[in-house]
């Protein structure tokens, strides 16, 4: 028996959210007393793999593109082999492509976006209603199939010393296939970033953006934009945080100009702490904030731009 | 092109949220429910540009009472040719999948859209379980598609990159912000809505594989400290010292 976790180590560096979920993965181990194996696809090397905080890895090499049909026949025919109990997931795009079909295919109940470990009564918490509430699920199946919300759990990383398998067996051709990637930009992932500095209409053009992107730069942020922004063109889509854009859970939420609909607070109410720069006391966003300035964007941004600095300086 | 749209029936965007029953039921209670944005504004849209660029139909379907038709009313307004409506109350994301897979599994779609979510249950659960149940291809958070001599093209954004993907009809692809642009329905929509073909048809036996046990609202959020502009940088030193974030 044991605890198999599907992550994705491919790329220079083993991505924060693997480490979440094994240690989502590690802490149910240790109360059900079982290991943990990581499945796993891609040509990550073996020392690599085997300092991961799991008992063992097994590595489909043959996999480079993220098929979600491929790997979920991995991942259910691995689940079976190491009789999984639970099959844990990141809750991202490749995730959410394939938690739900491994859950279909081997007709196990599944939390979509977990934000917790099982309580007392193995309930797993979860956001609904767009972050305005949380539900707690109970999954009626021998074998529970959870993908967990990314920027969760905190990361106790423990050193491994993982045995390294290579998987060998049929997955059938990919029929998706991946064509070109373009990298998007020079900054941060916004999906991927602990700190975000966002945009709106009170930023009044465009041709504004300079001092918001030199703030993010001073604080390692990503930048992101309200609804009416993206839609107007002052900035690309993918920058669009909100209900309908990309749903976000940073540790920092920083809105300037951008008056807090509540559509878009939808989109970043997950955020750890929310600082609010508006021109207007009264705009609905202060109700949702942890700090505040009432102040003219581009006023208030030269100022934190100067303290960024300065506190970049001294440590 | 045979086109099938997922359509979920969801509390508009502005809705107050509140549970009922000892917070085990969501009380809908005075609340508009609308076509979930998701597979309006994305799915369903992009599928009736690819309809009337390259001829076909297309269907939607929604799961769910006879409550949920004037939802299915709008999506047809906005101009799908047919609709079916699934008459079962879905026990979770699984159980919408399906009854999705049962009627759709021998009417052989090319392409079958949803939203990448639903913003009432947020699971992104429904297109990749309906993928797997009819063993089909996914594309997940398209944020552009194309379909060209039987092959569909995609645009996601994955890890701060985007990916271009190809696919062979027929699939399933989820939907993201990117794709096509809202169309309000106008009124020769809205009367033609009417009369076009909505069919119910009876759910079919599904085991509850997990249930929302009960619903909690976020704890109310303290006050906002307030700092004067003049002494703006002092948000930055607070952040650092107090909220211990930067």
Same mark, same amino acid.
């Given at each position: 028996?044991?605890?198999?976790?599907?992550?994705?180590? !491919? +790329? /220079?560096?083993?991505?924060?959210?693997?480490?979440?979920?094994? %240690?989502?993965? !590690?802490? #149910? @181990?240790?109360?059900?007393?079982? &290991?943990?194996?990581?499945? &796993?696809?891609?040509?990550? @090397?073996?020392?690599?793999?085997?300092?991961?905080?799991?008992?063992?890895?097994?590595i489909a090499r043959s996999l480079g593109d993220a098929d979600s049909q491929q790997l979920t026949r991995f991942v259910a025919e691995v689940a079976g082999k190491e009789s999984a109990k639970w099959i844990l997931f990141s809750h991202d795009d490749t995730g959410k492509a394939v938690a739900p079909r491994v859950a279909a295919r081997l007709k196990a109940g599944e939390v979509a976006g977990a934000t917790t470990?099982?309580?007392?009564?193995?309930? #797993?918490?979860?956001?609904?209603?767009?972050?305005?509430?949380?539900?707690?699920?109970?999954?009626? %199946?021998?074998?529970?199939?959870?993908?967990?919300?990314?920027?969760? #759990?905190?990361?106790? *990383? /423990?050193? +491994?010393?993982?045995?390294?398998?290579?998987?060998?067996?049929?997955?059938?051709?990919?029929?998706?296939?991946?064509?070109?990637?373009?990298?998007? =930009?020079?900054?941060?992932?916004?999906?991927? @970033?602990?700190?975000?500095? $966002?945009?709106? !209409?009170?930023?009044? +053009?465009?041709?504004?953006? =300079?001092?918001?992107?030199?703030?993010?730069?001073?604080?390692?942020?990503?930048?992101?934009?309200?609804?009416?922004?993206?839609?107007?063109?002052?900035?690309?889509?993918?920058?669009h945080v909100g209900q309908t854009g990309v749903a976000i859970r940073p540790n920092l939420y920083i809105a300037i100009g951008i008056s807090g609909a509540i559509q878009h607070l939808a989109g970043v109410n997950g955020s750890k702490v929310i600082a609010v720069i508006n021109s207007d006391a009264e705009a609905p966003f202060f109700k949702a904030a942890d700090y505040g300035i009432v102040g003219d964007a581009q006023q208030v941004l030269p100022k934190l731009i100067e303290a960024a600095k300065k506190l970049n300086a001294e440590r | 092109m045979k086109i099938l749209v997922l359509i979920s029936h969801v509390p508009d965007t502005t809705a107050r949220i509140a549970f009922t029953n000892d917070n085990t039921t969501y009380d809908a209670t005075g609340v508009q429910f609308i076509v979930n944005p998701y597979d309006e504004w994305y799915a369903l849209v992009r599928g009736l540009e690819l309809k009337e660029a390259q001829g076909g139909t297309v269907t939607t379907i929604t799961v769910g009472g006879a409550v949920t038709e004037p939802t299915i009313r709008k999506a047809l307004a906005i101009g799908a040719d047919d609709a079916v409506r699934v008459d079962c109350e879905p026990k979770d994301g699984h159980d919408v999948a399906v009854q999705v897979a049962a009627f759709a599994k021998d009417k052989g779609f090319d392409l079958v859209l949803a939203g990448k979510e639903t913003i009432d249950h947020n699971g992104s659960q429904v297109g990749p379980m309906v993928a797997e149940l009819l063993d089909l291809p996914f594309i997940s958070l398209a944020t552009?598609?194309?379909?060209?001599? =039987? &092959?569909? &093209?995609?645009?996601?954004?994955?890890?701060?990159?985007?990916?271009?993907?190809?696919?062979?009809?027929?699939?399933?692809? $989820?939907? *993201?912000? +990117?794709?096509?642009?809202?169309?309000?329905?106008?009124?020769?929509?809205?009367? @033609?809505a009417r009369t076009k073909p909505l069919q119910v048809v009876s759910g079919t036996a599904c085991e509850t594989l997990s249930t929302s046990v009960k619903f909690e609202l976020p704890p109310p959020k303290q006050a906002v400290k307030m700092i004067p502009a003049d002494d703006a940088g002092k948000l930055i030193e607070l952040l650092h010292t107090e909220a211990k974030v930067i």
């Open positions: 028996m044991s605890v198999l976790v599907f992550a994705d180590t !491919r +790329g /220079a560096k083993v991505p924060k959210n693997t480490f979440e979920t094994l %240690t989502y993965a !590690r802490k #149910i @181990a240790a109360k059900e007393g079982s &290991t943990v194996t990581l499945a &796993t696809f891609g040509d990550a @090397a073996t020392d690599k793999l085997s300092a991961l905080d799991a008992n063992k890895v097994i470990l099982p309580n007392e009564q193995g309930l #797993i918490k979860r956001n609904v209603f767009s972050g305005k509430a949380q539900a707690w699920v109970e999954v009626k %199946t021998p074998v529970k199939v959870v993908s967990l919300l990314p920027n969760s #759990i905190p990361v106790e *990383a /423990a050193q +491994g010393s993982a045995t390294v398998e290579e998987y060998s067996g049929d997955l059938g051709a990919a029929k998706v296939t991946v064509k070109a990637t373009h990298h998007a =930009g020079e900054g941060i992932p916004l999906p991927e @970033a602990e700190i975000v500095v $966002s945009g709106g !209409r009170g930023m009044k +053009g465009p041709e504004n953006w =300079g001092p918001l992107e030199e703030l993010a730069k001073e604080l390692h942020a990503a930048t992101a934009c309200s609804r009416p922004v993206a839609d107007m063109g002052w900035r690309p889509h993918h920058e | 552009k598609l194309d379909v060209a001599n =039987g &092959t569909a &093209t995609a645009e996601r954004d994955v890890r701060g990159d985007v990916e271009v993907v190809e696919c062979p009809l027929p699939l399933v692809v $989820s939907c *993201a912000k +990117g794709m096509a642009e809202q169309r309000i329905p106008n009124m020769r929509g809205i009367m @033609a």
